[in-house]
């Protein structure tokens, strides 16, 4: 990588970027161990240091307007640069998410899902789909957006300040609090949430009650019959999370229908890239799509960026991190 020398402001906008500030935080102060290899591909720390560095000085350097909110966000985050009106949100969402954890409560569930990752469901199980067990307090902890990755896309709504906004897998509507109180805040948008148990969903609907609710459309159903008819009902979208059906297949299929209503500059987030071999190929082929300007791989999760109108033909740009920002908690 050809790296041009940093000085001056640019050595400020350097240090700032959230990871390396992370880093040095932990490393000197011992606070925290450092956090092992984690993942499939088994990346051991120390690469994924490198990456992370690499990541930040590539970011830093980079003076593309369309990745700007991505960099904003990230800093926002990582520095706790949060106004008073967004930490009244934040800690009004940990409340809920706190109380939900708490929930000693078993219940069956309609379940479309991908299950597990050594599970290989067939594309007709998932379609037709299985009745789960689960207990809401223990489902809400492992299942839900982690607090860290709530407020990225927290602080990237707030930059992007979009209209049209889709999230696959409301689930107990963790995620969605993040995106309704940016939407709130913004003044403008609207959320469509889909979800194929009715229990989660219903749970959900409570949970976005006094929340923005004005500004969000649950849809019930599996993906395969709701996503088109969801898309229909809009011009373009400006922002999408899925965070569903983590199955290679469908995920695919499921950015063909997206990506072409995403409007030029638009995002899209996909959680749990490394989650299977399946979702590692599906990342892949997603970010090398054509018409994708930009890709993030910060490890646990995806974002892809439409190119813009004046563009042209740019091929992709891909930045990759080691992930580690997300792993400080
Ligand atoms: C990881 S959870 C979503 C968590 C949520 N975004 C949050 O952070 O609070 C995934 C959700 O997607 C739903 N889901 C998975 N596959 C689906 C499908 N094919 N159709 C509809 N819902 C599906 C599951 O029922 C589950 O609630």
């Known amino acids: 990588m050809n790296i041009p020398s940093a000085s001056g402001p640019e050595l400020v906008n350097l240090l700032a970027l959230p990871s390396v500030s992370k880093l040095y935080e932990a490393v000197t102060t011992k606070r925290r161990s450092l956090p092992m290899s984690k993942g499939p591909e088994g990346l051991g720390f120390t690469k994924r240091l490198l990456e992370e560095l690499v990541f930040a000085v590539e970011l830093s350097l980079s003076r593309e307007c369309s990745i700007f909110p991505v960099k904003r966000a990230l800093k926002k985050v990582a520095l706790k640069l949060f106004s008073e009106e967004e930490n009244d949100i934040l800690v009004l969402i940990q409340a809920i998410r706190k109380k939900l954890a708490r929930t000693d409560k078993r219940v ?27 207990n809401i307090g223990r489902a809400s902890r492992t299942s839900s957006t982690s607090e860290k990755c709530g407020r990225f896309l927290f602080a990237l709504l707030r930059e992007v300040k979009s209209n049209e906004c889709l999230e696959l897998g409301a689930g107990f509507g963790i995620s969605g609090l993040y995106l309704l109180g940016a939407l709130e805040l913004n003044n403008r948008g609207r959320l469509h949430t889909l ?135």
């Open 108 to 134: 069956t569930i309609m379940d479309y899902g991908a299950g597990k990752p050594d599970l290989y469901l067939s594309q007709d199980a998932m379609k037709l789909g299985r009745k789960v067990e689960i």
């Open 195 to 329: 979800e194929g148990s009715e229990l989660l969903l219903n749970i959900a609907r409570r949970n976005f009650q006094g929340f923005g609710i004005n500004r969000v459309v649950t849809v019930l159903g599996n993906f395969c019959n709701t996503l088109t008819d969801t898309l229909s009902k809009v011009e373009s979208v400006d922002f999408t999370f899925v965070d569903g059906h983590h199955d290679e297949h469908a995920t695919k299929v499921y950015f063909s229908k997206i990506f072409p209503k995403t409007r030029a500059g638009g995002i899209i987030v996909f959680d749990d890239i490394n989650w299977s071999e399946g979702m590692v190929r599906a990342w892949k082929s997603i970010k090398n799509a054509p018409g994708v300007a930009f890709s993030f791989d910060f490890h646990q999760f995806g974002l892809v960026i439409k190119r813009g109108r004046n563009q042209g033909d740019i091929p992709g740009r891909h930045f990759k991190s080691g992930g580690l920002l997300f792993l400080f908690g």
